[in-house]
């Protein structure tokens, strides 16, 4: 990893310091996606066993997974897994339980009665990350707050072959439309239909830069996304009181993830700094998927700052996905976040709690869009309606209201529409 000193870089430099590095190939990267697409769109099915071959090296007879197989995957699970998905699955529909909406319903003025009511999505298309490393705790992210809203066809597709853990948790959440169909192929098969896949109302879940950049251009043809969620990101925010060897790992759990993913340390501890790139160094060593995680790491820094202070004003600039605060007093920081998907407070709250077991949502806004999108929740699996209703008494109080501003804007059928009503009633 780099290492910068904050203040020795120009506005500029520490502009390009915060930059993705999944975002510098975005030109490219568009053009291949959009080839896909219209792959799909002219071929179908066809073009999606095509690529089953041609990017995940398997050769399908189906697209769509059988309930027998998925019965099957399930057998093969350990039961010490399955007692942790379990788990899981428990905290995350306790925490996306609470969300479900309150009613709205009040009188704004006497006879003038307004509600807000909200209605589940009626199709939504779960894609779950499978390639390197299978998700299936992605699984539990999406498919349990879709079932908690009540949606009524869920479709969830994942790259061929898919692990035995993703079609065990499917059937954990009662999802039972499964299809191997992974990468950009599967975000435009859920968005416009193929011959064996149904065109859903939203598309959910995380993926590479590939996936992301699909739900990019479906959102533009006027298809649903919940959010950007690209390849994965931490932004560490450590003190002197850190201990390096956990600042290291929370670094690392990130740069597993892909070549693609980025990892920041940001400090204003230079001792610190140091600590944590020998304990990166020690951890590798100890790593699987460490090739993947150096990758990673080349394209990611340690940032030295002057104060605490200045770390979170980082922090806000970059506006991770992941941000843990590690630091001797952390809830105090909470106030000065302005943008982060998910923030993770404390010594003892690595982010891989919230990755799979906490209770919160793991898809969360990437490459900068946390300052306008928030984590998935429950509200994201519903859409909301407002209704209003006046009596006679409250539509008399509030007409002159409404005639008074329709004629500032020149409608007159607006305020006709108020006009007729006070005929009749006086009538």
């Given at each position: 990893m780099?290492?910068?000193?904050?203040?020795?870089?120009t506005?500029?430099?520490?502009?390009?310091?915060?930059?993705?590095?999944?975002?510098?190939?975005?030109?490219?990267?568009?053009?291949?996606?959009?080839?896909?697409?219209?792959?799909?769109?002219?071929?179908?099915?066809?073009?999606?066993f095509?690529?089953?071959?041609?990017?995940?090296?398997?050769?399908?007879?189906?697209?769509?997974?059988?309930?027998a197989?998925?019965?099957?995957?399930?057998?093969?699970?350990?039961?010490?897994?399955?007692?942790?998905?379990?788990?899981?699955?428990?905290?995350?529909?306790?925490?996306?339980?609470?969300?479900?909406?309150?009613?709205?319903?009040?009188e704004?003025?006497?006879?003038?009665?307004?509600?807000?009511?909200?209605?589940?999505?009626?199709?939504?298309?779960?894609?779950?990350?499978?390639?390197?490393?299978?998700?299936?705790?992605?699984?539990?992210?999406?498919?349990?707050?879709?079932?908690?809203?009540?949606?009524?066809?869920?479709?969830?597709?994942?790259?061929?072959?898919?692990?035995?853990?993703?079609?065990?948790?499917?059937?954990?959440?009662?999802?039972?439309?499964?299809?191997?169909?992974?990468?950009?192929?599967?975000?435009?098969?859920?968005?416009?239909?193929?011959?064996?896949?149904?065109?859903?109302?939203?598309?959910?879940?995380?993926?590479?830069?590939?996936?992301?950049?699909?739900?990019r251009?479906?959102?533009?043809?006027?298809?649903?996304?919940?959010?950007?969620?690209?390849p994965?990101?931490?932004?560490?925010?450590a003190?002197?009181?850190a201990?390096?060897?956990?600042?290291?790992?929370?670094?690392?759990?990130?740069?597993?993830?892909?070549?693609?993913?980025q990892?920041?340390?940001?400090?204003?501890?230079?001792?610190?700094?140091?600590?944590?790139?020998?304990?990166?160094?020690r951890?590798?060593?100890?790593?699987?998927?460490?090739?993947?995680?150096?990758?990673?790491?080349?394209?990611?820094?340690?940032?030295?700052?002057?104060?605490?202070?200045?770390?979170?004003?980082?922090?806000?600039?970059?506006?991770?996905?992941?941000?843990?605060?590690?630091?001797?007093?952390?809830?105090?920081?909470?106030?000065?976040?302005?943008?982060?998907?998910?923030?993770?407070?404390?010594?003892?709250?690595?982010?891989?709690?919230?990755?799979?077991?906490?209770?919160?949502?793991h898809?969360?806004?990437?490459?900068?869009?946390?300052?306008?999108?928030?984590?998935?929740?429950?509200?994201?699996?519903?859409?909301?309606?407002?209704?209003?209703e006046?009596?006679?008494?409250?539509?008399?109080?509030?007409?002159?209201?409404?005639?008074?501003?329709?004629?500032?804007?020149?409608?007159?059928?607006?305020?006709?529409?108020?006009?007729?009503?006070?005929?009749?009633?006086?009538?």
């Amino acid at each position: 990893m780099q290492t910068l000193l904050w203040n020795d870089l120009t506005p500029s430099e520490q502009q390009n310091a915060l930059v993705r590095q999944a975002q510098t190939i975005q030109n490219s990267l568009s053009k291949q996606v959009q080839a896909i697409k219209q792959a799909v769109r002219d071929d179908g099915d066809t073009a999606l066993f095509d690529f089953a071959k041609r990017f995940d090296n398997t050769e399908l007879t189906s697209l769509n997974v059988s309930q027998a197989d998925i019965n099957k995957a399930g057998e093969q699970v350990s039961d010490a897994l399955k007692s942790a998905i379990q788990t899981a699955y428990n905290n995350i529909h306790a925490f996306h339980s609470a969300q479900i909406p309150i009613p709205i319903d009040i009188e704004t003025m006497t006879g003038v009665h307004c509600q807000v009511i909200t209605r589940p999505i009626d199709s939504v298309g779960l894609y779950i990350p499978g390639g390197s490393a299978p998700l299936f705790s992605t699984v539990l992210m999406l498919a349990i707050p879709a079932k908690i809203a009540g949606c009524q066809k869920i479709v969830l597709c994942s790259p061929a072959p898919i692990s035995n853990e993703i079609l065990y948790t499917a059937k954990l959440c009662g999802i039972d439309t499964v299809y191997a169909i992974g990468g950009a192929g599967a975000i435009f098969a859920m968005a416009y239909g193929t011959n064996s896949v149904p065109k859903v109302d939203k598309i959910f879940g995380p993926g590479n830069a590939y996936v992301t950049e699909a739900k990019r251009q479906v959102l533009a043809d006027g298809v649903a996304i919940d959010m950007p969620a690209g390849p994965s990101e931490v932004l560490v925010v450590a003190d002197d009181f850190a201990n390096p060897a956990f600042v290291a790992s929370d670094l690392l759990s990130q740069a597993e993830h892909g070549a693609d993913s980025q990892v920041i340390l940001v400090t204003p501890s230079k001792t610190l700094a140091d600590k944590v790139a020998g304990e990166i160094d020690r951890q590798l060593t100890l790593l699987s998927r460490a090739t993947t995680a150096r990758l990673a790491l080349d394209k990611s820094r340690i940032i030295i700052a002057d104060d605490l202070t200045q770390c979170l004003a980082i922090s806000n600039m970059y506006a991770p996905e992941h941000l843990i605060i590690n630091t001797q007093n952390p809830r105090t920081c909470l106030d000065d976040i302005k943008h982060a998907g998910s923030v993770f407070l404390g010594a003892y709250t690595p982010e891989s709690m919230g990755d799979y077991a906490s209770g919160t949502n793991h898809v969360l806004p990437t490459y900068g869009f946390a300052r306008t999108h928030s984590s998935l929740g429950l509200a994201d699996f519903y859409k909301r309606m407002t209704v209003q209703e006046l009596h006679p008494s409250g539509f008399l109080a509030l007409a002159p209201t409404v005639q008074a501003m329709a004629q500032a804007e020149q409608l007159d059928a607006h305020k006709l529409a108020v006009t007729v009503r006070i005929d009749e009633l006086k009538s």
